[in-house]
C-alpha cells in the first residue's frame, strides 16, 4: 500500500471518531443514545451491536454497490442492515438475557438508526467495500465513543458505580435525575458544550495563525 | 470654550434606574428576609445561604467570561438568584448539593439562554427544579424552626461529604425529644396525615418548632417596600394570590372539610415568597398589564391543582415555571391596544358631534368627485 493510500485510509478512519463523530459533531443517533445510557455497561453493549452491523451491512452494502438499481436502494439497504440486526438480536438474547432486557426495543430499532442508513447511503454505497468498512468502523468507534461518555457519567452520578463496581462506597448519594430521560439530556448537553468549546478554541487558534489550514 | 451639544431622539428624560440599582434593591429587601430564616434556623441556613449564593456567583463568573453571555457579575442578579434559590431549600439541605443547586440555576436556568434578560424560566426556580429532581428524599427532609443551640450547632445533614449521603436528622431530632411529625412541613403534615396548621402561626412563623420558612407577613412587607418604589409590579403577586385563595375558597365551599381552608392555603410553603419574589421576575413575567393578571391567575389556580390533585405536597415551583413557559403567549394575546386603533376608533365614527357653523361640505359647494380612471397611461382621445 503506498504512503498515500495509506494516509487516506487513517483518514478515513479517523474521520468517524474524531471529525465526524457520529454523537458529538454531527448528532445522529440520539434515540438509543439518550435512551440506553444509563449506565456504562448498556452503553458499550449497544454500541457494540451498532458497530458489528454498521461494518457487515456497509461491507455488503458496498459489495453490491454497482447491481442495486438506484430506485430501490434504500429498501436494500434496510433488507440488509436488518439481516444483522436479526443477527445481532440473537446474539445478545445468547450472551446475557440481562443486557437484552435492558436494551429491550433498542436493539431492533437499529435497523432504522440514522448513522448506519446514512453510512450506507452517503459512503457504502460509493466507495470499494474495503474504505467503506474502514471508515464504518472509525465510525462506530466514534458512536461507541459517545455513548460510553454519556453511560459513564450517568452511571457514576446516577448509581456511584462504573461498570457496577462501586466507586464512592455504600454511603453514595445517588443523582435521581441522572438516571431519568432529563439526565440524558443534560449530560449530552455537557458532553456537546465542551466539544463546541474545544472547537471554538481550536478554530481561533487557527485564526491567530493567520487564517491557514483552509477556512 | 465650546458648548457640546448632543442631539438625540426620544426619550430625553433619563431616569436614574438601571438594572443594577432595580436589582440591587431587591437584594436590600430580601436581606431582612434572610436574616428572619437565619433567626429562624441558626448557622445552617447562614450558612446554605452563603455557599449556594458564592456558587451562584461563581457560576455566573465563569459563564460571564467566555464572553458570549450579556450582563456581568455586578448587576446583582445572581446573588438574587442565589439568596431566593436559598431561601427555597430546606435549611438543613447539605452544603453540596447547594453548590449543585446554585451552579445548575445559573448554568441550565439563565447561561444556556444568553445571560440576564434572555432567560426564558426564573433560574433560582430552575437550580430548584433540578435539585428536587436529582435529591428528591433530601429537599423533603425539613428541620423545625427555633431549635435550641440553632446558633452554634450545625444541623447534621448540612455537613454532608461531597456526593456523600447526609446524615439522618431524624435520629438526631429524636435526641433532641422532638418526634417525626415536628420535622414535616404544614403542607406535608395536612397532604399526608390530615392536620391543619393555624393560619395565623403560618403568618408569623413565629411559633416555635415549625417546618417553615420565612415568615409570610415579612415577605409581603418587603414586597410592599418594592412594589411602591416600583421595582416591581404590583398586579402579579396580587393576581397570584387573589386567584390562588378564590381556588382555594371556591374548591372549600363546594368540597367542604376534605380541603383546608383558604387561609391556610395563602400562608403555606412557598406561595406568598413565589408570589412576590419569583412569579415577578422581569425577565420572565409578561410585560403586558392585562398579561399579568393572566400569568398571575394562572399560577394561583395551578399551585392550588398541584397542592389538591397531585402526588406533590407543594405546587409553586411547578406553577411557576409553567406560567414562565406560557409568558410569550400571555403577551402575544394580551398586546394592548396602540392609541388611536381598536375600539376607540369606532367610537369616535358612532360618535356624532355639531359641526362648525361656518362649514360647508363639498357637497353643499356643488364640488364634483373627480373622474376616477381606470387606465392610468390611456392615451387622451
Redesign the interface.
Known amino acids: 500500500m503506498s504512503e498515500i493510500a495509506q494516509a487516506r485510509t487513517f483518514d478515513e478512519f479517523m474521520e468517524g471518531i474524531w471529525r465526524q463523530n457520529p454523537v458529538f459533531v454531527m448528532v445522529l443517533g440520539m434515540c438509543p443514545v439518550l435512551a440506553v445510557s444509563v449506565s456504562a455497561v448498556n452503553a458499550l453493549s449497544m454500541g457494540l451491536a451498532t458497530m458489528f452491523v454498521l461494518v457487515c451491512s456497509c461491507g455488503l452494502v458496498s459489495l453490491i454497490r454497482k447491481i442495486v438499481p438506484k430506485e430501490v436502494r434504500i429498501a436494500t439497504y434496510i433488507v440488509i442492515i436488518a439481516t444483522f440486526v436479526t443477527v445481532v438480536d440473537y446474539v445478545i438474547q445468547a450472551v446475557s438475557l440481562e443486557i437484552y432486557e435492558a436494551l429491550g426495543a433498542f436493539i431492533q430499532l437499529i435497523v432504522v438508526n440514522c448513522i448506519i442508513l446514512g453510512r450506507a447511503e452517503a459512503h457504502a454505497s460509493k466507495h470499494p467495500p474495503l474504505t467503506a468498512m474502514v471508515n464504518a468502523m472509525g465510525m462506530s468507534i466514534g458512536f461507541v465513543i459517545g455513548l460510553f461518555a454519556l453511560g459513564a457519567v450517568r452511571e457514576v452520578l446516577g448509581a ?1 458505580t462504573l461498570f457496577g463496581f462501586s466507586l ?1 462506597g455504600p ?3 445517588p ?4 438516571v ?1 430521560p ?1 439526565g440524558g439530556f ?1 449530560v449530552l448537553g455537557g458532553w456537546l458544550l465542551l466539544f463546541s468549546a474545544l472547537k471554538r478554541r481550536k478554530e481561533v487558534r487557527l485564526a491567530a495563525q493567520g487564517g491557514g489550514h483552509g477556512a | 470654550m465650546t458648548v457640546q451639544t448632543e442631539i438625540r431622539s426620544a426619550p430625553h428624560i433619563k431616569g436614574p434606574r438601571s438594572v443594577e440599582q432595580i436589582m440591587a434593591n431587591v437584594v436590600y429587601s430580601l436581606l431582612p428576609v434572610c436574616a428572619f430564616f437565619v433567626y429562624q434556623y441558626g448557622i445552617s441556613a447562614a450558612a446554605s445561604i452563603l455557599v449556594v449564593t458564592a456558587s451562584c456567583l461563581l457560576a455566573e463568573r465563569a459563564f460571564v467570561r467566555t464572553g458570549t453571555q450579556a450582563g456581568s457579575l455586578s448587576d446583582f442578579s445572581a446573588t438574587i438568584t442565589g439568596l431566593l434559590l436559598a431561601l427555597t431549600l430546606p435549611p438543613g439541605f447539605p452544603l453540596w448539593m447547594g453548590v449543585v443547586a446554585g451552579f445548575s440555576a445559573i448554568a441550565l436556568g439563565k447561561a444556556l439562554f444568553g445571560g440576564i434578560g434572555f432567560n426564558v424560566f426564573n433560574p433560582a426556580l430552575v437550580g430548584r427544579a433540578f435539585v428536587q429532581a436529582a435529591f428528591p428524599a433530601a429537599i423533603a427532609t425539613y428541620t423545625p424552626s427555633f431549635l435550641p443551640g440553632r446558633f452554634t450547632q450545625f444541623i447534621p445533614s448540612s455537613l454532608a461529604w461531597p456526593l456523600m449521603a447526609p446524615a439522618d436528622t431524624a435520629a438526631w431530632l429524636k435526641a433532641m425529644h422532638f418526634d417525626a411529625l415536628a420535622s414535616a412541613t404544614p403542607l406535608a403534615k395536612w397532604k399526608f396525615e390530615g392536620t391543619l396548621t393555624a393560619a395565623g402561626d403560618l403568618l408569623t412563623s413565629l411559633a416555635g418548632h415549625m417546618a417553615v420558612g420565612p415568615s409570610p407577613v415579612l415577605i409581603l412587607v418587603c414586597g410592599a417596600y418594592l412594589a411602591l418604589r416600583r421595582f416591581m409590579d404590583w398586579r402579579i403577586p396580587a393576581a397570584v394570590l387573589g386567584s390562588a385563595g378564590l381556588t382555594a375558597w371556591l374548591i372549600f365551599a363546594v368540597g367542604g372539610t376534605k380541603y383546608p381552608d383558604p387561609f391556610f392555603m395563602l400562608f403555606s410553603g412557598g406561595l406568598i415568597l413565589g408570589a412576590v419574589y419569583m412569579a415577578t421576575d422581569m425577565a420572565t413575567s409578561p410585560v403586558t398589564p392585562r398579561g399579568m393578571w393572566v400569568y398571575g391567575g394562572l399560577i394561583g389556580v395551578l399551585t392550588v391543582v398541584i397542592r389538591y390533585y397531585s402526588g406533590l405536597p407543594e405546587g409553586v415551583m411547578y406553577a411557576i415555571l409553567i406560567g414562565n413557559a406560557a409568558t410569550p403567549l400571555i403577551e402575544r394575546i394580551t398586546q394592548p391596544t396602540p392609541f388611536g386603533k381598536g375600539a376607540s376608533i369606532r367610537a369616535r365614527k358612532s360618535a356624532s358631534y355639531t359641526l362648525h357653523p361656518d362649514y360647508i361640505s363639498r357637497e353643499e359647494a356643488g364640488a364634483k368627485t373627480p373622474k376616477k380612471r381606470f387606465f392610468k397611461n390611456k392615451p387622451k382621445q
Request: proline share 8%.
Open positions: 456511584g464512592f454511603n453514595f448519594q443523582w435521581v435525575v441522572m431519568l432529563p443534560i
